[in-house]
């Protein structure tokens, strides 16, 4: 007996060390996966015509660049640590060539035909007509994707990246966008690589114009990094534009999902993108009517040239939102023995500016034609076809990521394990721990980060059995930016499936600033606004600089399976458009809120009771 007890007393020093070497050693890296040059056809045609993937990097570290339309100096407030340089594969660096004339695509019908409308101010013409192409499956002429070009252009950005990439100071990823747009219907993914420049070179990127089938997708993945020794990480993005098919009940081919569906979409895509430029896919009012911030930056143009349908979420709308796809994930996993959607969060901007800016007071448009005030109010001016305006636009957002150091391989193992999660574009440091033997006293400790690996699993981790039926209890820290607004509240979202199957969801206020109190509901009193709409100042003592807590599910059953994932929310700040306003000395428009309110989603962290046999 005494044995017993002093090996146990041995194995729990050795993994409270490890516990404390991983929490001193991981850091808080922040970064953006998913951004476009004037390589992309559709930023080259809508004004980028000369900011390339340096000007990205260049950029991201912190220096001042030229802005592709206005020529006016642009510099980020604070440098990223990492970037993708995502730019679409399809017509990849080509359109800059039918527009200069290239002798071999002008042999080409729909190569002389660019060229002219270009030469004759209908450049936007040329965009509309491609992202029809796209939407409605049409194959270009085989001379505008022939490999001889692709790679000169692919050889061009696997160069760029090698040339920033700096271990340790500035990380960059060679990657892609596969654009999809099925039907208007975006099932974009991002596909980030570890590839090097040697090993780079060995592939072109995988496109629509090969298939629009995420399944393809996946095996070429498969296949690719079998051949090459690369991996790859997918990340979905714009899910609530997805017109009901990112993250569906069915697969491509209309068959029921199964356990090889799921496991090789959780192969590929652990992570996704759920708040950036295009709008916020957390959830919607009509799936979560209960939830009061349901309604934020909310867009819902669906990219569809061919119809009069402009709104988003005619079919299946719970496939449009990821907090829905969590649901339905637990599901699907109670049906089939997987979980297709047990996916992370991040958040990217997807400017096509060639600059990552997502600050509110500092931010520079979707395309390049909307970063100006005036161009962003103009309402006769279509930023997206068929009906988004520049007001439609978001100022958003960055991935946060928790890794041991700022390399390819570090980061791509924290996609991975979803240690990662998302912001709209502040820089909220935020950790989440899941266990059972948290006290409340630790949230206030110094050693949080050591406390939270040494007794718990941090976000996008899986709990352990619960010990006799003892409901989990969440250890969580959110600080503010330092450059930014104060905390108004820390939400636990929780998702689970009752005994029937059916999932269900709740938002519990755990933690808040001021001498607020639940209502007997359970609401929280809304923050006051302090926004002063004609100096964009506000009060920043309303808010906490530190909000930190013990949270321990009240209505847990051990035989349910659950989510739970973490939503901080800023005090109401000005919105990109209200500092668009005062510049100009114009009324704020109407149909867009002049003040938000900012937040971070973490990654969830998974609750699976073990599967009771059958008598």
């Keep these: 007996m005494h044995k017993i007890t002093k090996l146990s007393l041995m194995l729990f020093s050795v993994l409270s060390l490890a516990a404390h070497a991983e929490g001193e050693q991981k850091q808080l890296l922040w970064g953006d996966t998913h951004l476009h040059t004037s390589y992309s056809i559709d930023a080259y045609l809508m004004g980028n015509k000369d900011a390339t993937p340096d000007t990205s990097y260049r950029f991201a570290k912190g220096l001042p660049v030229v802005h592709p339309y206005s020529g006016v100096k642009v510099q980020l407030n604070t440098p990223l640590d990492f970037l993708v340089v995502s730019d679409h594969g399809e017509y990849l660096g080509i359109i800059q060539k039918v527009f200069a004339g290239d002798p071999l695509l002008m042999k080409t019908e729909?190569?002389?035909?660019?060229?002219?409308?270009?030469?004759?101010?209908?450049?936007?013409?040329?965009?509309?007509?491609?992202?029809?192409?796209?939407?409605?499956?049409?194959?270009?002429?085989?001379?505008?994707?022939?490999?001889?070009?692709?790679?000169?252009?692919?050889?061009?950005?696997?160069?760029?990246?090698?040339?920033?990439?700096?271990?340790?100071?500035f990380t960059t990823f060679v990657g892609w966008e596969w654009s999809s747009l099925t039907d208007g219907a975006n099932l974009h993914r991002v596909v980030i690589s570890n590839a090097d420049r040697t090993s780079a070179k060995t592939f072109l990127p995988y496109t629509l114009f090969d298939s629009d089938k995420p399944e393809d997708l996946w095996r070429w993945l498969e296949s690719t990094s079998k051949r090459t020794g690369v991996d790859f990480v997918a990340i979905p993005h714009n899910s609530n534009i997805s017109k009901g098919l990112m993250f569906p009940i069915m697969d491509s081919n209309g068959k029921p999902l199964d356990q090889h569906y799921a496991k090789t979409r959780m192969r590929w895509e652990p992570?996704?993108?759920?708040?950036?430029?295009?709008?916020?896919?957390?959830?919607?009012?009509?799936?979560?009517?209960?939830?009061?911030?349901?309604?934020?930056?909310k867009f819902e143009h669906v990219m569809q040239l061919d119809?009069?349908?402009?709104?988003?979420?005619?079919?299946?709308?719970?496939?449009?939102?990821v907090r829905s796809a969590l649901r339905r994930g637990l599901e699907l996993q109670e049906k089939t023995g997987a979980n297709p959607f047990k996916i992370g969060m991040i958040g990217a901007s997807d400017s096509h500016t060639a600059l990552s800016t997502t600050e509110e007071n500092n931010f520079w448009g979707k395309m390049a034609i909307d970063s100006t005030p005036a161009n962003t109010l103009d309402p006769d001016l279509l930023v997206i076809p068929p009906a988004s305006k520049g007001v439609d636009m978001s100022a958003a957002g960055l991935a946060a990521v928790w890794a041991e150091e700022n390399t390819r391989e570090s980061i791509m193992a924290a996609f991975k394990r979803k240690e990662v999660y998302?912001?709209?574009?502040?820089?909220?440091?935020?950790?989440?721990?899941?266990?059972?033997?948290?006290?409340?006293?630790?949230?206030?400790?110094?050693?949080?980060?050591?406390?939270?690996?040494?007794?718990?699993?941090?976000?996008?981790?899986?709990?352990?059995?619960?010990?006799?039926?003892?409901?989990?209890?969440?250890?969580?820290?959110?600080?503010?930016?330092?450059?930014?607004?104060?905390?108004?509240?820390?939400?636990?979202?929780?998702?689970?499936?009752?005994?029937?199957?059916?999932?269900?969801?709740?938002?519990?206020?755990v933690v808040w600033a001021g001498e607020r109190q639940l209502d007997a509901h359970g609401q929280l009193p809304a923050i006051t606004n302090?926004?002063?709409?004609?100096?964009?100042t506000w009060d920043n003592n309303t808010g906490s600089p530190r909000l930190a807590t013990v949270w321990q599910d009240p209505e847990f059953s051990a035989k349910q399976k659950a989510f739970y994932y973490v939503r901080v929310l800023q005090i109401p700040t000005p919105r990109h458009t209200l500092y668009d306003a005062v510049a100009l000395n114009v009324p704020h428009p109407q149909g867009h809120p002049a003040t938000i309110q900012e937040r971070a989603y973490s990654s969830p962290i998974w609750y699976t009771p073990l599967t009771q046999e059958k008598k």
């Design 530 to 536: 302090t926004v002063n709409i004609d100096t964009l």
């Design 271 to 297: 992570v996704v993108e759920v708040t950036q430029i295009k709008g916020d896919s957390e959830t919607h009012p009509k799936l979560s009517p209960e939830d009061e911030f349901s309604g934020y930056e």
């Design 307 to 321: 119809s009069d349908i402009d709104e988003a979420g005619q079919e299946d709308m719970a496939a449009n939102y």
């Design 422 to 509: 998302a912001t709209t574009g502040p820089r909220i440091k935020l950790r989440v721990f899941g266990g059972y033997h948290f006290e409340q006293q630790d949230a206030g400790k110094p050693n949080l980060a050591t406390i939270g690996y040494t007794k718990g699993e941090p976000m996008g981790g899986d709990l352990p059995q619960s010990p006799q039926g003892k409901a989990p209890s969440f250890l969580i820290e959110a600080v503010k930016d330092p450059k930014a607004a104060s905390l108004d509240r820390v939400q636990v979202i929780k998702g689970w499936v009752d005994a029937n199957g059916q999932s269900h969801e709740k938002v519990f206020d």
């Design 110 to 169: 729909i190569g002389r035909r660019w060229n002219k409308m270009a030469n004759t101010g209908q450049g936007r013409q040329v965009y509309f007509e491609a992202v029809g192409e796209h939407a409605n499956k049409r194959k270009p002429s085989p001379e505008l994707q022939q490999d001889s070009v692709r790679s000169s252009v692919w050889g061009e950005i696997i160069d760029a990246a090698e040339r920033h990439n700096k271990p340790g100071e």
